[in-house]
């Protein structure tokens, strides 16, 4: 019989199996009637002769199979039974497993969308991702457009290559309604090595990708519900990128978010159109021609090994090709206002790697591995305390259930049954907890992930629990199990038949009884406090990080930035922009200061170079690399970091005067020793065409750059308006009196005033900035706490329990001695005592 | 109070085991003629016998069960002189099959046991 069968025909067989027994009796009572016995003599001997009616059936049952899923079911409703008898029992524990099981899961959902979930496209195993790696072992992900071109024509073991470029925000003008979104520019090879289909239309092509295609985008699935509510007849639509007209052709389907975890895409453009969408940045017609300079880095490569071919073979395939690549690249360069011989010597020291690119590109990972793995062991161990939780309350129950234990063993149940039958009250109280969990779980990771990136970095993760991660709770729910259940079975199993029926008559526990019990109570008060005890390290890291001076005042200042180079503005135009702003938003009443610079504090980026200092000679492989950032007037005063020696810049600082710098301590330091470098001289070789020396008329304290964990790196700060710069963004810094947010309105009418075509980012206070850098710190240490408190009340949960079983034992002892002892107190110093021995 | 708990089967499983193939071919032998309710195989078995063989019905339930799941016997509820609805058994042509091959099998054992068993000094030829 199959199982299906069973599962339909069970009662049906079960009545006719009665009906048969029921003819037998009745025929050999009529027989036997025959004979002249009376009706109810015959009935009784008939009965009699038959034996064990119930055995019977049982064993003719038995014959039938799936014996096992007979006893399964019956153990099911046993078991719901019992912990229906006992709700608050039942309540705690599937509480405390939900509680266990859904921070464990919420964690795991993290980490599977940051650490482990493949990329959404075909075979993604078989992707790699291209990076360079220098002679002294700097890493570069970026490559030129000429390198891309040559990698794609002259290799013989890629099956596709494609490069990719993330444009950040674009604005995005649909039926005259202007929204900014997330864009990128990709190679005519993107979809089709990826073996990304589209749910509507077509997607990019290789005649798309060609210059003077005509300019169409593909929009992602999230982007098509949101703008065009799922019109089916997008494929066509017109629409404004950055002011400039392009065509949707096609929708990406909704599990494709790009190649970047975190990141989501919304509109896709061939790389041949970026000119169109950003003519500043694709600087066609220049030396510096995205689709045409070989020495430009700004495209992500990918790419997809033939069936068959090996890593090593596929490298040593690109290597030549790459080594070519170089070579041209350097001279490309050649005669350009920042090519020096040292620059170009760099191009043919680098050589190309492979990386699995399974997973896509590693930002994310990067940052978060470790935060996420320590998250994982802090759960792992909330899970065990909540287990052995579980574990004390189901002894704290088999005591109570000693008699029923007993009066089964003594009627003959096998010890294996009967562990079969607790075991499977631990697998429903678990089922419930996962169950529990699961939704916990559903809730706390979409919470995690507004928590770890709470700003404008609006970073996407799909977290929504999946196949994966429904099964990591099904596995941790069983290893639950494991962990709970086994021990209080095996030994409610082991029962001394005689002690316990005398035990249970008499309401006492024999000496020793609870020792189990204990001996979990300890390791969870010990794992609670860990826990606490590592919260309360991690949050005096963030504090001790929070109060620690920064080399500037983080409170009170707004920042926001502007790219005035996107809408075609020329080096002069943008110091004159920028000089004119300074002296509006000085004007702002509430406004004490106010500066711009290229890079502001813990903006996550900034720039290295090397740096030639006049009367200094580096040693053999010594390369004295400084961070530098172009500052405007009152740079210093504005974000009150002290100038040592020297002076601030100011308004006089510009092109028409000498070029001058400032330095940080840190550099100060490492070249000066305890000389004044007052008047001493450096330059930065290949920048701006220009490396005449800069005269160093101000030393400042050191302030941090990239990271508050990190010390401050040597740094040096130029005029920003003495050498403008068209092609980056600039950050304004102002400072306020009060709050600084209050501000933001104004400013952005001021700029609106200047330019409405003014796009204007990054608004937020220098505050938010640092908090944003502590992102990492503050999520390891608010969910560590979180988790500790958590495990704390469940060890409360857990001691309690133990107490309170503890002192229902007593209770018939303290009675007679309430009633009859000298004073009450004996029975709180008993109770005391015990508790106190767990110390 | 209700309990889940199998009670020791052990003492039937045996008796079948020991049982098994002997009672299946006398079950199967007691319905070549004709189809047969389980009280009626069990008392013509003790009656055949000379009231020498009593089955247990937790043996004969088991076996008939087991007959039917190997297709050797197939069941049709009707009813009996008497007028009562009762499940009567037949064999199938399956089961006609198996009987003959238990009933060569059989005289076969019969035939080597009571050699062994036979007064007759083995070897007294020679």
Same mark, same amino acid.
């Given at each position: 019989?199959?199982?299906?069968?069973?599962?339909?025909?069970?009662?049906?067989?079960?009545?006719?199996?009665?009906?048969?027994?029921?003819?037998?009796?009745?025929?050999?009572?009529?027989?036997?009637?025959?004979?002249?016995?009376?009706?109810?003599?015959?009935?009784?001997?008939?009965?009699?002769?038959?034996?064990?009616?119930?055995?019977?059936?049982?064993?003719?049952?038995?014959?039938?199979?799936?014996?096992?899923?007979?006893?399964?079911?019956?153990?099911?409703?046993?078991?719901?039974?019992?912990?229906?008898?006992?709700?608050?029992?039942?309540?705690?524990?599937?509480?405390?497993?939900?509680?266990?099981?859904?921070?464990?899961?919420?964690?795991?959902?993290?980490?599977?969308?940051?650490?482990?979930?493949?990329?959404?496209?075909?075979?993604?195993?078989?992707?790699?991702?291209?990076?360079?790696?220098?002679?002294?072992?700097?890493?570069?992900?970026?490559?030129?457009?000429?390198?891309?071109?040559?990698?794609?024509?002259?290799?013989?073991?890629?099956?596709?290559?494609?490069?990719?470029?993330?444009?950040?925000?674009?604005?995005?003008?649909?039926?005259?309604?202007?929204?900014?979104?997330?864009?990128?520019?990709?190679?005519?090879?993107?979809?089709?090595?990826?073996?990304?289909?589209?749910?509507?239309?077509?997607?990019?092509?290789?005649?798309?990708?060609?210059?003077?295609?005509?300019?169409?985008?593909?929009?992602?699935?999230?982007?098509?519900?949101?703008?065009?509510?799922?019109?089916?007849?997008?494929?066509?639509?017109?629409?404004?990128?950055?002011?400039?007209?392009?065509?949707?052709?096609?929708?990406?389907?909704?599990?494709?978010?790009?190649?970047?975890?975190?990141?989501?895409?919304?509109?896709?453009?061939?790389?041949?159109?970026?000119?169109?969408?950003?003519?500043?940045?694709?600087?066609?017609?220049?030396?510096?021609?995205?689709?045409?300079?070989?020495?430009?880095?700004?495209?992500?490569?990918?790419?997809?090994?033939?069936?068959?071919?090996?890593?090593?073979?596929?490298?040593?395939?690109?290597?030549?090709?790459?080594?070519?690549?170089?070579?041209?690249?350097?001279?490309?360069?050649?005669?350009?206002?920042?090519?020096?011989?040292?620059?170009?010597?760099?191009?043919?020291?680098?050589?190309?790697?492979?990386?699995?690119?399974?997973?896509?590109?590693?930002?994310?990972?990067?940052?978060?591995?470790?935060?996420?793995?320590?998250?994982?062991?802090?759960?792992?161990?909330?899970?065990?305390?909540?287990?052995?939780?579980?574990?004390?309350?189901?002894?704290?129950?088999?005591?109570?259930?000693?008699?029923?234990?007993?009066?089964?063993?003594?009627?003959?149940?096998?010890?294996?049954?009967?562990?079969?039958?607790?075991?499977?009250?631990?697998?429903?109280?678990?089922?419930?907890?996962?169950?529990?969990?699961?939704?916990?779980?559903?809730?706390?990771?979409?919470?995690?992930?507004?928590?770890?990136?709470?700003?404008?970095?609006?970073?996407?993760?799909?977290?929504?629990?999946?196949?994966?991660?429904?099964?990591?709770?099904?596995?941790?729910?069983?290893?639950?199990?494991?962990?709970?259940?086994?021990?209080?079975?095996?030994?409610?199993?082991?029962?001394?038949?005689?002690?316990?029926?005398?035990?249970?008559?008499?309401?006492?526990?024999?000496?020793?009884?609870?020792?189990?019990?204990?001996?979990?109570?300890?390791?969870?008060?010990?794992?609670?406090?860990?826990?606490?005890?590592?919260?309360?390290?991690?949050?005096?890291?963030?504090?001790?990080?929070?109060?620690?001076?920064?080399?500037?005042?983080?409170?009170?200042?707004?920042?926001?930035?502007?790219?005035?180079?996107?809408?075609?503005?020329?080096?002069?135009?943008?110091?004159?922009?920028?000089?004119?702003?300074?002296?509006?938003?000085?004007?702002?009443?509430?406004?004490?200061?106010?500066?711009?610079?290229?890079?502001?504090?813990?903006?996550?980026?900034?720039?290295?170079?090397?740096?030639?200092?006049?009367?200094?000679?580096?040693?053999?492989?010594?390369?004295?690399?400084?961070?530098?950032?172009?500052?405007?007037?009152?740079?210093?005063?504005?974000?009150?970091?002290?100038?040592?020696?020297?002076?601030?810049?100011?308004?006089?600082?510009?092109?028409?005067?000498?070029?001058?710098?400032?330095?940080?301590?840190?550099?100060?330091?490492?070249?000066?020793?305890?000389?004044?470098?007052?008047?001493?001289?450096?330059?930065?070789?290949?920048?701006?065409?220009?490396?005449?020396?800069?005269?160093?008329?101000?030393?400042?304290?050191?302030?941090?750059?990239?990271?508050?964990?990190?010390?401050?790196?040597?740094?040096?700060?130029?005029?920003?308006?003495?050498?403008?710069?068209?092609?980056?963004?600039?950050?304004?810094?102002?400072?306020?009196?009060?709050?600084?947010?209050?501000?933001?309105?104004?400013?952005?009418?001021?700029?609106?005033?200047?330019?409405?075509?003014?796009?204007?980012?990054?608004?937020?206070?220098?505050?938010?900035?640092?908090?944003?850098?502590?992102?990492?710190?503050?999520?390891?240490?608010?969910?560590?706490?979180?988790?500790?408190?958590?495990?704390?009340?469940?060890?409360?949960?857990?001691?309690?329990?133990?107490?309170?079983?503890?002192?229902?034992?007593?209770?018939?002892?303290?009675?007679?001695?309430?009633?009859?002892?000298?004073?009450?107190?004996?029975?709180?110093?008993?109770?005391?005592?015990?508790?106190?021995?767990?110390? | 109070?209700?309990?889940?708990?199998?009670?020791?089967?052990?003492?039937?499983?045996?008796?079948?085991?020991?049982?098994?193939?002997?009672?299946?071919?006398?079950?199967?032998?007691?319905?070549?003629?004709?189809?047969?309710?389980?009280?009626?195989?069990?008392?013509?078995?003790?009656?055949?016998?000379?009231?020498?063989?009593?089955?247990?019905?937790?043996?004969?339930?088991?076996?008939?069960? #087991?007959?039917?799941?190997?297709?050797?016997? &197939?069941?049709?509820? $009707? /009813?009996?002189? %008497?007028? *009562? #609805?009762?499940?009567?058994?037949?064999?199938? &042509?399956?089961?006609? $099959? /198996?009987?003959? %091959?238990? *009933?060569?099998?059989?005289?076969?054992?019969?035939? &080597?046991?009571?050699?062994?068993?036979?007064?007759?000094?083995?070897?007294?030829?020679?």
């Amino acid at each position: 019989m199959s199982l299906w069968g069973w599962l339909f025909r069970r009662h049906q067989r079960e009545q006719e199996l009665d009906e048969e027994v029921q003819a037998h009796l009745r025929m050999a009572a009529q027989e036997r009637m025959e004979q002249g016995e009376t009706a109810e003599q015959a009935r009784a001997a008939a009965v009699r002769e038959f034996g064990n009616v119930s055995l019977v059936k049982e064993v003719t049952r038995d014959v039938w199979g799936f014996r096992w899923l007979e006893t399964l079911l019956q153990d099911l409703r046993y078991g719901l039974r019992q912990l229906s008898r006992n709700p608050g029992f039942t309540a705690v524990a599937v509480l405390t497993l939900a509680l266990g099981i859904g921070a464990t899961t919420a964690i795991f959902s993290l980490v599977d969308a940051v650490l482990l979930k493949m990329l959404p496209v075909q075979e993604p195993e078989e992707l790699y991702r291209l990076t360079s790696v220098s002679i002294k072992g700097r890493a570069n992900d970026y490559f030129s457009y000429s390198t891309f071109k040559l990698l794609e024509a002259n290799n013989q073991s890629l099956s596709g290559v494609i490069a990719f470029r993330p444009m950040e925000n674009v604005d995005f003008v649909v039926n005259g309604n202007a929204e900014l979104a997330r864009a990128q520019a990709v190679s005519g090879s993107y979809f089709t090595t990826l073996g990304v289909k589209p749910v509507l239309g077509r997607t990019i092509t290789a005649e798309d990708d060609a210059r003077g295609a005509s300019p169409v985008a593909t929009i992602s699935y999230g982007y098509w519900t949101a703008r065009f509510s799922r019109n089916p007849s997008v494929a066509g639509a017109r629409i404004t990128l950055n002011g400039a007209a392009f065509t949707v052709i096609g929708v990406t389907p909704p599990e494709f978010f790009g190649l970047e975890p975190g990141e989501s895409v919304d509109v896709s453009i061939p790389l041949a159109s970026l000119p169109v969408a950003q003519p500043q940045f694709a600087a066609t017609g220049t030396p510096y021609d995205v689709l045409a300079a070989p020495f430009r880095n700004w495209l992500h490569l990918m790419a997809r090994l033939k069936d068959g071919e090996t890593e090593t073979r596929a490298l040593a395939n690109l290597g030549p090709v790459y080594e070519q690549a170089m070579r041209q690249s350097a001279e490309g360069m050649r005669g350009l206002p920042f090519d020096s011989p040292g620059t170009r010597k760099g191009f043919p020291e680098t050589r190309i790697q492979l990386e699995p690119g399974s997973r896509g590109l590693t930002a994310l990972r990067e940052q978060f591995s470790k935060p996420l793995m320590f998250l994982m062991a802090v759960v792992g161990v909330l899970l065990l305390i909540a287990c052995t939780n579980v574990a004390n309350l189901l002894l704290a129950c088999a005591k109570r259930r000693q008699r029923e234990i007993a009066l089964r063993l003594s009627l003959g149940a096998g010890r294996v049954r009967l562990i079969r039958q607790l075991l499977t009250e631990s697998v429903l109280l678990a089922a419930a907890g996962g169950a529990f969990g699961a939704l916990v779980a559903f809730w706390g990771s979409n919470a995690l992930v507004s928590l770890m990136f709470h700003s404008a970095s609006a970073i996407q993760l799909n977290v929504r629990p999946d196949a994966r991660v429904l099964v990591f709770t099904g596995l941790v729910s069983l290893a639950a199990v494991v962990v709970f259940g086994l021990a209080p079975a095996w030994r409610a199993s082991r029962l001394d038949l005689s002690q316990a029926v005398k035990e249970s008559a008499q309401g006492a526990a024999a000496p020793g009884r609870s020792r189990m019990v204990e001996s979990l109570v300890i390791p969870q008060i010990t794992l609670s406090l860990v826990l606490m005890v590592g919260a309360g390290l991690l949050v005096r890291t963030l504090q001790k990080l929070k109060n620690s001076n920064p080399g500037f005042d983080e409170q009170n200042v707004l920042l926001f930035s502007v790219n005035p180079g996107m809408i075609g503005y020329k080096e002069t135009q943008v110091a004159e922009l920028y000089d004119r702003l300074t002296e509006q938003i000085r004007a702002i009443p509430g406004v004490s200061a106010v500066s711009f610079s290229t890079f502001s504090p813990l903006a996550r980026w900034s720039s290295f170079t090397d740096a030639r200092v006049e009367g200094h000679t580096p040693k053999p492989g010594e390369n004295p690399a400084v961070t530098v950032n172009f500052a405007g007037p009152n740079y210093f005063k504005t974000l009150r970091t002290a100038v040592v020696l020297g002076r601030d810049f100011t308004e006089a600082d510009t092109a028409g005067t000498p070029k001058v710098a400032a330095i940080n301590q840190a550099m100060a330091q490492y070249f000066f020793g305890d000389s004044n470098p007052i008047g001493r001289r450096f330059s930065i070789p290949g920048w701006k065409a220009d490396d005449s020396a800069l005269e160093i008329v101000g030393v400042v304290e050191n302030a941090k750059v990239n990271s508050l964990r990190e010390p401050s790196p040597p740094a040096a700060y130029m005029p920003f308006l003495q050498s403008p710069d068209s092609f980056l963004a600039v950050t304004f810094e102002v400072r306020s009196a009060a709050n600084p947010t209050a501000l933001a309105a104004s400013v952005r009418q001021l700029i609106q005033q200047a330019d409405n075509r003014l796009p204007l980012f990054g608004v937020k206070t220098l505050s938010e900035q640092i908090d944003e850098s502590l992102v990492q710190e503050r999520l390891v240490a608010l969910l560590s706490s979180l988790f500790g408190l958590v495990a704390l009340f469940l060890a409360c949960v857990g001691l309690y329990g133990v107490m309170a079983s503890l002192v229902a034992r007593r209770t018939r002892k303290s009675a007679f001695a309430w009633r009859w002892g000298p004073s009450g107190c004996r029975c709180w110093e008993s109770c005391w005592d015990e508790a106190w021995r767990w110390r | 109070m209700s309990t889940p708990m199998k009670p020791r089967t052990e003492r039937y499983q045996n008796r079948i085991e020991l049982l098994q193939g002997t009672l299946d071919m006398l079950i199967l032998q007691m319905l070549q003629w004709g189809p047969q309710h389980g009280y009626g195989i069990s008392q013509s078995i003790r009656g055949r016998s000379g009231e020498v063989l009593q089955v247990e019905t937790g043996s004969l339930y088991p076996a008939l069960h #087991r007959l039917e799941k190997q297709g050797w016997v &197939a069941s049709q509820w $009707k /009813q009996t002189e %008497s007028n *009562q #609805r009762a499940k009567f058994y037949r064999l199938t &042509a399956a089961g006609k $099959k /198996q009987l003959l %091959s238990e *009933q060569a099998r059989w005289a076969q054992i019969v035939n &080597a046991i009571a050699g062994i068993m036979s007064p007759a000094p083995e070897g007294g030829q020679s």
